[in-house]
Each structure stands twice: as structure tokens, then as C-alpha cells.
């Protein structure tokens, strides 16, 4: 897509962490972007920030609540985002997942409750389900977007959890796993029937605590929280950055001749694993 054209964009879990980084970037840069997101206080929060990010004056945004684990509502995100685009999308980034990644309460997944399996539920519900809704949905909108050589496309936010688990990680591992299949029978289904590009991004260790509303009141910065031990894990040299999340994010927007392909974004090959003992 060419660089100069305003970009239509929906992200799913905008108002934290890696989302927020990427509606942050394309915001700032000019485009009008729809966050997704199930928290209100941070969908507050963000849209309270928008003076400062929007560095070209040009930038538009619109945020809904949505909770993806509903069905229902992410068909009236859709019906919203038709209105709001005038029925062109461009960019569908399927990011969100059910927080924490671990099981809650510190429980694992031989905990003899239900509520285990209600987790599970939901985290794939988020997770898995929504991103192949979602797609599904927004077949038109991205048929009518783009460019005159290649429609609008979608991009899956996976993780290296899918390849290389840590502990109490199943449905999280699960889910993006999952994603990484969807994304491959997605791009082959939507290529031929529409020239529609799916890919996939796998982030390993990106540090965003510094991506939500609590950090920006405490004025927390990347590298709080980071010892010298964190970055020698990495053969990069460092922990992994938002921003090196969203050069792979933009590549993938103008990269008309790439689709079903994975990109893993992770410094820390060969990084040791910690477990507790």
C-alpha cells in the first residue's frame, strides 16, 4: 500500500500493552484507527492522551468497548466500523488476548475446579474465536479497501508461547499456536477467493509494562524493571521494544506480494528459560 494513503485500521486490545503501541504509532503517523477493547478505564484513559499523540494533527481514532468473548458484540464492532470507514478497511490487526496469560489465582491446570475450565473457555474464546469472527466479518470492508493491486489485509499477533510453552501457559500457548494455523488456512481461503493478504507477527519478550494507564500516572519508563540480567538473556542485546513490533507491523502492511508468512520478533534466541522451584 502506498505509503501516503490514509489507512483505515482496526486493532483489537488497543488501549494496553503491545496494542497500544501500534494504535500509538499509526495514530500519531495520520491514519484513523479503531480500538477494540473490553476495558473501559483504559479505553478512557488512551482517548485522554490523544493531544499528545498525534503528532501530524491528521490522526483520527474511535474506540469501542468490546467484549470479544461475545459474539453479538463484536458483530456490532463490525457494523460500527462499516459506518465509521464508509466500508473500507484496510488493516484488521487481531492482537487481543484475555489477561493474565497464566492460569489466575495462581492455579494450575490440574486445579480440580471449574472455574479452571471456564478460563479456558474464555481465553480461547478471545483469543482463537475471535480473531476467525472478526475476519470473517470484516470480508467486505477489507475487499473494498486497500489499494487498486492488493485489498486490505489482516495481521495476527501470535506469540513464541505457541512454539516453546513456560509454565501454567496451556491456554494461552493454546490459542496462539492456534492463531498461527488460522493465519495459514486463512491466507490460502481469503487469497484465492480475494486477494486478501493473512500474516502473522510471533513477538517473544516484549516489554510494555510501561503501556497502560497506571504507568503513565507513575510516569514508568521502558526500562524500569529491567536488570542488566534481562538484556543479557538477549543475543540482541536488549528486551524487546513495541516499536520493533510495529517496523514488522508496517512491513507487513505494504508488503503486497507476502501473505501466510510468520515473522517472529525475538532477541532472545538461546535465551534461558526460568522456573520456580
Known amino acids: 500500500m502506498a505509503a501516503a494513503k490514509r489507512l483505515n485500521i482496526i486493532i483489537t486490545g488497543g488501549a494496553r500493552?503491545?496494542?497500544r503501541g501500534i494504535f500509538r504509532h499509526f495514530f500519531g503517523?495520520?491514519?484513523?484507527?479503531?480500538?477494540?477493547?473490553s476495558n473501559e478505564s483504559e479505553l478512557a484513559h488512551v482517548t485522554s492522551q490523544l493531544g499528545r499523540w498525534n503528532l501530524t494533527k491528521k490522526g483520527n481514532v474511535s474506540a469501542i468497548r468490546c467484549d470479544?468473548?461475545?459474539r453479538n458484540s463484536i458483530k456490532d464492532a463490525v457494523k460500527e466500523a462499516e459506518t465509521l470507514f464508509d466500508g473500507k478497511l484496510d488493516v484488521l490487526i487481531n492482537n487481543?488476548?484475555?489477561?493474565?496469560?497464566?492460569?489466575?489465582?495462581?492455579?494450575?491446570?490440574?486445579?480440580p475446579s471449574e472455574g479452571i475450565m471456564e478460563e479456558w473457555d474464555m481465553k480461547i474464546a478471545v483469543g482463537l474465536t475471535a480473531p476467525f469472527l472478526l475476519s470473517r466479518l470484516c470480508v467486505p470492508l477489507l475487499k473494498a479497501g486497500g489499494t487498486d493491486t492488493s485489498p486490505g489485509c489482516?495481521?495476527?499477533?501470535?506469540?513464541?508461547?505457541?512454539?516453546?510453552?513456560?509454565?501454567?501457559?496451556?491456554a494461552y500457548s493454546a490459542a496462539k499456536a492456534g492463531?498461527?494455523?488460522?493465519?495459514?488456512?486463512?491466507?490460502?481461503?481469503?487469497?484465492?477467493?480475494?486477494?486478501?493478504?493473512?500474516?502473522?507477527?510471533?513477538?517473544?519478550?516484549?516489554?510494555v509494562d510501561n503501556e497502560n494507564m497506571g504507568a503513565d500516572e507513575k510516569g514508568t519508563l521502558w526500562e524500569d524493571a529491567l536488570g542488566d540480567e534481562d538484556m543479557k538473556w538477549h543475543p540482541a542485546?536488549?528486551?524487546?521494544?513495541?516499536?520493533?513490533?510495529?517496523?514488522?507491523?508496517?512491513?507487513?502492511?505494504?508488503?503486497?506480494?507476502?501473505?501466510?508468512?510468520?515473522?517472529?520478533?525475538?532477541?532472545?534466541?538461546?535465551?534461558?528459560?526460568?522456573?520456580?522451584?
Open 68 to 70: 470479544l468473548r461475545d
Open 96 to 111: 487481543a488476548f484475555a489477561t493474565p496469560h497464566i492460569w489466575s489465582n495462581d492455579r494450575a491446570m490440574d486445579d
Open 154 to 170: 489482516i495481521i495476527n499477533v501470535s506469540s513464541t508461547r505457541a512454539y516453546q510453552s513456560e509454565l501454567n501457559h496451556e
Open 237 to 277: 542485546g536488549r528486551v524487546g521494544k513495541v516499536e520493533d513490533v510495529v517496523k514488522a507491523v508496517e512491513y507487513l502492511v505494504g508488503a503486497e506480494f507476502v501473505t501466510g508468512q510468520e515473522i517472529v520478533i525475538d532477541g532472545g534466541v538461546g535465551r534461558k528459560m526460568v522456573y520456580p522451584e
Open 179 to 207: 492463531l498461527l494455523g488460522l493465519n495459514q488456512s486463512m491466507a490460502v481461503s481469503l487469497g484465492h477467493n480475494h486477494k486478501i493478504r493473512v500474516n502473522a507477527i510471533i513477538p517473544g519478550w516484549i516489554h
Open 29 to 37: 503517523a495520520g491514519h484513523h484507527v479503531l480500538i477494540l477493547d
Open 17 to 19: 500493552g503491545i496494542g
